[in-house]
């Protein structure tokens, strides 16, 4: 029997929130490993959902790195990708732009 954690599986809620935020920055995945310092084969397992639960630390590294160079990246972006990996948003003060 295989573990989806590990194996194959459907996409995530954090793999699929990843690989949205990627495509919208206008990165591959190449480009994001080589600015996150993690492999590329890591980040398509993360997307896939073949490999989850990555730590905080990681969904920062690859949030940073999506920050990097990019006009369409946001603060609430951030959040999003962190509260689809179930750790709690920055904290931060102000509302989102639209949000009154």
């Not at 990165?27 to 980040?43: D, K, P, V």
Request: net charge positive; aromatic share 8%; with cysteine.
């Amino acid at each position: 029997m295989m573990n989806n954690d590990v194996l194959g599986g459907e996409m995530s809620e954090f793999g699929k929130k990843l690989c949205s935020l990627r495509r919208k920055c206008g990165r591959s995945r190449y480009n994001l490993a080589r600015f996150s310092g993690l492999s590329e084969a890591y980040i398509l397992r993360l997307e896939t959902g073949q490999r989850r639960n990555p730590s905080r630390d990681v969904v920062i590294m690859l949030a940073l790195s999506l920050v990097r160079a990019s006009d369409t990246f946001e603060l609430w972006d951030i959040d999003e990708l962190l509260t689809s990996a179930s750790y709690a948003p920055l904290r931060r003060r102000g509302q989102r732009s639209g949000q009154e």
